[in-house]
DNA sequence: CATGGTCAAGTGGCA
DNA sequence: TGCCACTTGACCATG
């Protein structure tokens, strides 16, 4: 029926002409070197330009975007009020929330790959739960609500076993309320971890827990199920409006050799929404000119 | 100042 | 046992 289409993280526009971006970082031998006052400084800079990003987003009509989790550099290693310039940070952030909710902009986040809430080591698991924490927290100081309308979205990665789920749904139960009520997961696309029919059968089934549809993942890891049933599934597992992922192969659209799995610069086709209405991330590498020339697709 | 190598993370595959 | 690929963009040293 319809779709609003957004993009992830980075805005090159902005980036280009005036160095605006919210992904200021260090390598860990700066971090060691300089700590936490460092990176203060670094998520001061960058909670200043989400605010920016979301302004330019506003006037060019985008109503979907992924905040970076880098704003916060090794934010692993530290809690938000341990920074000096806490309250400047804050400040910033209630601000962006502003922004994102008088403009009506819907906005997510997808904390890194090394969240594994299933792993067998209980540091990791420590360590993603942190994680998850940290990015719930930001959401807070933003003022966007504590439901799947602005997700924390993550894989569950590993190789599918009732073992990785039952290690799954205990580290789940001991997440904040706030991060429980945001958390949703997304399908993969090797052919070893989460499908959508697994996701479904296995988390949305124990908690309820929304699934984010990955057309391309899809592609690569469809257990058996054709793309407009998964998607449909998926859909059906949102308390809100469902919010989904898209892009194409960089190597079967632009000409390249490579990993079929690479996305590309931009996307091609229309996204076919079987008559939902959802939001869908555009995850092309060309960031809002790759949304920009989907809207003038025909 | 431009370029290209390096760096973070966790897991699984492979020697 | 341990190394490499996987992924990705910013960092940072080199020239």
Known sequence: MSHNVGYCCINLTLQKSDNITTNRDMIQRTFLERGVSYASELALQNSRDLIKILEWNAANNIKVFRVSSGIFPWNAKYELTDLPDYDAIAHNLKIAGDVALRTNQRLSAHPDHFVKLGSEKPTVVDNSIHDLEHHSAVF???????????????????????????????????????????????????????????????LYKAIHIP??????????HDDG??????????????????????????????????????????????????????????????????????????
Not at 171 to 198: G, H, I, M
Not at 229 to 250: M, N, Q
């Open 225 to 298: 199920w054709i793309e407009k049933d998964a998607l449909i599934t998926a859909a059906f597992t949102w308390d809100v409006r469902p919010l989904f992922h898209y892009s194409e192969s960089k190597n079967l659209n632009e000409n390249v050799s490579g990993n079929p799995r690479a996305h590309a610069d931009y996307v091609f086709s229309r996204i076919n929404d079987y008559g939902m209405n959802i939001d869908v991330d555009l995850e092309a590498k060309a960031k809002e000119l790759a949304l920009f020339k989907y809207r003038s697709l025909t």
């Open 140 to 202: 807070d100081l933003m003022g966007l609500p504590a439901s799947h309308y602005a997700p924390l979205n993550i894989h569950v990665g590993m190789n599918f076993s009732t073992d990785t789920v039952n290690r799954w749904l205990a580290a789940y139960d001991r997440l904040s309320d706030n991060c429980k009520k945001r958390l949703v997961v997304e399908n993969d696309d090797k052919s070893s971890a989460f499908s959508v029919r697994q996701l479904y059968y296995h």
């Open 211 to 220: 699934i984010t549809f990955d057309y391309f993942h899809h592609q690569f």
